[in-house]
């Protein structure tokens, strides 16, 4: 069965350190690769995704991804962590083909990212 | 430009009533997908509409949930009667084209609570 794995319930990380939220997927096949963010009492937003090319992508509010091909893995990290990054990360994966039946993602469970002052 | 926005934010209703959600998808957007997330579960895909027409609704529970898009234009999901294990947060997405790289925008979810 195709599953993403979030290992990490909750990662709590001193402002100004280095963060990395992990994500590993088996999923048939090559999929693309999505990070999802949800600060409280909103919804899920857009972090950045992996389609092809380099394995390191770079999304929004200066997080990157790197993708592992033999690890299947594509663990989302940040330089440098601030407060207000703290928030509910999603991992998600979608299927490269574009079959009219198969757009739909899979998702992780969701980390807890807490950042501490 | 508007997001997406679901209605209502909140509901709290008695097992066997009757409930339903709406969606407005951004405007333009021609797929339309629902989400459930149980308490302590994954997001689970419910189904996809491109336009009014349903793509892909192999994630719907059951016959106790109908889902509607029509004019391609907002959507409705009806849970009728509810149970317990309907309770949770529904979310609905939208997003253009025909390519499974494109992101999703969400709305906000419509927590759903039945007891």
């Known amino acids: 069965a195709q599953s993403v794995a979030q290992p990490e319930d909750q990662v709590n990380v001193a402002e100004g350190n280095p963060l990395t939220v992990k994500c590993t997927y088996s999923?048939?096949?090559?999929?693309?690769l999505f990070w999802y963010v949800q600060y409280p009492n909103r919804g899920l937003q857009f972090l950045l995704k992996?389609?092809?090319?380099d394995n390191l992508v770079k999304g929004s509010y200066g997080f990157e991804a790197e993708f592992n091909k033999s690890q299947t893995s594509f663990h989302l990290k940040k330089p440098s962590a601030l407060v207000s990054d703290s928030a509910l990360y999603f991992c998600?994966?979608?299927?490269?083909?574009?079959?009219?039946?198969?757009?739909?993602?899979?998702w992780g469970l969701g980390t807890s990212l807490a950042v501490n002052p | 430009e508007a997001g997406v926005t679901q209605f209502p934010s909140h509901s709290v209703i008695e097992k066997g009533q009757t409930v339903t959600l709406r969606c407005d998808p951004i405007?333009?957007?021609?797929?339309l997908y629902w989400y459930r997330r149980v308490m302590g579960k994954e997001i689970k895909f419910l189904l996809h509409?491109?336009?009014?027409?349903?793509?892909?609704e192999s994630g719907m529970p059951n016959n106790r949930f109908l889902a509607e898009r029509t004019g391609g234009t907002y959507s409705t999901l009806k849970v009728q009667p509810a149970e317990l294990e309907d309770s949770g947060v529904y979310f609905c997405?939208?997003?253009?084209?025909?390519?499974?790289?494109?992101?999703?925008?969400f709305g906000e979810g419509s927590r759903l609570t039945v007891l």
């Open positions: 998600a994966v979608r299927d490269r083909v574009n079959a009219g039946n198969n757009r739909k993602l899979i």
């Open positions: 999923v048939s096949g090559n999929p693309y």
């Open positions: 992996y389609i092809t090319g």
């Open positions: 405007s333009g957007h021609d797929n």
């Open positions: 509409f491109v336009k009014e027409s349903k793509q892909d």
């Open positions: 997405a939208s997003s253009q084209g025909r390519l499974n790289t494109g992101e999703l925008f």
